[in-house]
């Protein structure tokens, strides 16, 4: 009994580790995160599943319940309640799927990565080893996920510590080699640093330094500018014309997030706005669940959130390009970028609004996720954030 004692707080110290130095924003350490797996197959018992998996899973999203306050401008404990809940669903799959009978155990951490990489316990599926697969495999496109997975695996059988030793030289070999995904030629992802006004400032003069910053950009030589989520806040054909007016003849296309209400609820949307028309070119698949998506809002008569549209338009094409769009929370789950890139994206455009994430890793984990997954399949990378 001690011994299982002691063997469960090592594994729980070793799995806050993991947690911490893979999900520290920096990409290079993602594939700490694989360690998990080994962790896992050792724990001695159900009890140590449940502890290290939440170790892990916590340490990895400890920016969440600072958000959460930030966010609503409220005290802590609504971020840590909706911390733990958010665990739930990583810690009971790899709970349930844990078998005292090591040579199942392989079979059963195959079962949950599957299980929280796809909805609907994929919708919280954060810190998910296969994101290091583009740091181990870049370029390896489907043969690297699939590597990653075998090599997951294999952590969890006997031969852990020789495939522990395999995958660290790709590591290693990857970090010698390593650059970072390139941009689209003409294409620019802006940054701003607005905070919690953009998006909210409704103002004339909010959209003119807007249009002003992307003919500055556009005069460097851009042709197709990205800029964040919700930076043109509410959409309506007013603005649309107003934007349309100040393109015409500029012979730029810009990609900027917004909302597009109805009397049902919102979308969170990407538009497609130059100097001709305007449109929605993507409708987000996966909102931020309860800020902004409540699926329970249909059973309490509960109207305006966002419409999680899950496997809708996972590749929109602009300027002879195939897009795979992210919005904000789809840069920290699996499935949204699998399901684009599987749809034949060769550039992935990820925007987000990340100003609630002050003081957190947050939105440096959406940047190093994003460059993983571009990286793995060899595709141009087009970032806008604001902060």
């Not at 003849?249 to 597009?260: C, D, K, L, Y």
Request: glycine share 10%.
């Amino acid at each position: 009994m001690r011994r299982d004692l002691t063997l469960t707080a090592v594994l729980a110290v070793a799995a806050v580790i993991s947690g911490w130095v893979g999900w520290s924003g920096n990409p290079m350490l993602l594939p700490a995160s694989c360690a998990f797996a080994i962790i896992w197959s050792k724990a001695p018992n159900r009890i140590a599943v449940l502890i290290v998996s939440a170790a892990y899973f916590l340490t990895a999203s400890r920016g969440l319940p600072h958000g959460v306050q930030r966010f609503y401008s409220t005290d802590v404990w609504p971020g840590l309640i909706f911390w733990l809940a958010a665990s739930s669903s990583f810690v009971l799959v790899h709970l349930a799927v844990w078998s005292k009978r090591s040579t199942l155990r392989p079979f059963g951490f195959l079962v949950a990565l599957v299980l929280m990489a796809v909805p609907p316990f994929g919708i919280t599926g954060w810190a998910h080893p296969l994101t290091a697969s583009g740091v181990l495999f870049p370029g390896w496109e489907w043969w690297g996920l699939a590597a990653m997975t075998a090599g997951l695996m294999g952590l969890v059988t006997r031969m852990g510590p020789a495939v522990a030793v395999a995958l660290t030289g790709f590591w290693l070999w990857s970090a010698a080699i390593w650059t970072d995904p390139h941009l689209p030629a003409t294409w620019r992802g802006v940054d701003f640093e607005m905070g919690p006004s953009l998006g909210r400032d409704a103002t004339l003069k909010r959209q003119r330094d807007l249009i002003a910053t992307v003919h500055e950009v556009a005069s460097q030589g851009s042709g197709f500018i990205v800029l964040p989520e919700s930076a043109l806040g509410l959409w309506t054909p007013t603005l649309g014309s107003l934007w349309t007016e100040n393109l015409r003849g500029r012979g730029v296309t810009i990609i900027a997030g917004a909302a597009v209400l109805d009397p049902g609820g919102y979308d969170n949307v990407l538009l497609l706005v130059d100097g001709d028309d305007s449109k929605v070119l993507y409708r987000a698949r996966m909102p931020v669940p309860v800020s902004m998506w409540r699926p329970w809002g249909t059973l309490v008569d509960e109207h305006g959130g966002a419409r999680a549209h899950f496997f809708a338009d996972p590749v929109v094409e602009v300027g002879g390009r195939r897009i795979a769009p992210l919005i904000c929370y789809e840069q920290l789950l699996v499935w949204p970028v699998l399901h684009s890139l599987l749809a034949g994206a060769d550039v992935v455009v990820a925007v987000g609004n990340g100003w609630w994430t002050a003081g957190s890793s947050i939105v440096d984990v959406q940047r190093a996720n994003v460059t993983a997954w571009a990286s793995l399949f060899g595709t141009s990378l087009v970032i806008s954030f604001n902060t």
